[in-house]
């Protein structure tokens, strides 16, 4: 079985500052990440995603996130927070398979300071 | 089309009522998902199409929740005698097929039951 825990239901941080959104994952086989961003009362977008390879991704705007397998963790970072940047944050995780259903984490809804 | 759709964007139906929603997914992705979004929550996972057969229903809440895609393309879920409780937004995603792949989310369908 699969699951994501996201730590922090509502993370708030001035613009210009550090962005840090932390994702845990549990899972029997090597597993795919990525992050989604949710826009109020629009779909989800993908941010980036983790499959193989180097484990640090970068993904839109100016995201990156490190796959640590020690650590069980895919947590998202910024260097530096925009307006723009305010929006609910999903964690997910994926089988290495072709039949594998995507189990999300609860969320981070991101707050930016002026 | 360009993206996946979903169609109403928005239902209001009376408690009891059955309801149908539809996802039409992005050209030649094999791979077919419904989530149930609550406010404040994560995508909660539902069922996974892989063309026109259910992989994985395990999500689905109780026998009132039915959904298919009879021709591996168009997908509808049907939900039985609505309960106030269904009340969320439903969520169709599709992916190529490859668990490396992301998936694409339609604009969701807002469902409230009175």
């Known amino acids: 079985a699969q699951s994501v825990t996201q730590l922090g239901s509502h993370v708030s941080v001035s613009e210009g500052a550090l962005v840090l959104l932390r994702c845990n994952y549990s899972?029997?086989?090597?597993?795919?990440l990525f992050w989604y961003v949710q826009y109020p009362n629009q779909g989800l977008q993908l941010l980036l995603k983790?499959?193989?390879?180097?484990?640090l991704v970068k993904g839109i705007n100016g995201f990156e996130a490190e796959f640590k397998k020690s650590e069980t963790s895919f947590h998202l970072t910024k260097p530096s927070a925009h307006m723009s940047d305010a929006a609910e944050y999903f964690c997910?995780?994926?089988?290495?398979?072709?039949?594998?259903?995507?189990?999300f984490g609860s969320g981070t809804r991101l707050s930016i300071r002026p | 089309g360009a993206g996946v759709s979903q169609t109403p964007s928005n239902k209001v139906t009376e408690k009891g009522k059955y309801v149908e929603l539809r996802c039409d997914p992005i050209?030649?992705?094999?791979?077919l998902y419904w989530y149930r979004q609550s406010l404040g929550q994560g995508p909660e996972f539902l069922i996974y199409?892989?063309?026109?057969?259910?992989?994985?229903d395990s999500g689905l809440p109780n026998d009132r929740f039915f959904a298919v895609r009879p021709e591996g393309s168009v997908s509808t879920l049907k939900i039985q005698r609505t309960e106030r409780g269904d009340s969320a937004m439903y969520l169709c995603?599709?992916?190529?097929?490859?668990?490396?792949?992301?998936?694409?989310f339609g604009q969701g369908t807002r469902l409230t039951v009175v």
């Open positions: 995603a599709s992916r190529r097929t490859g668990g490396s792949t992301e998936a694409f």
């Open positions: 199409f892989q063309g026109t057969g259910a992989a994985d």
């Open positions: 899972s029997s086989v090597p597993p795919y």
């Open positions: 997910a995780v994926s089988q290495i398979s072709s039949a594998s259903k995507i189990i």
């Open positions: 050209s030649g992705h094999t791979a």
């Open positions: 983790y499959t193989t390879g180097a484990t």
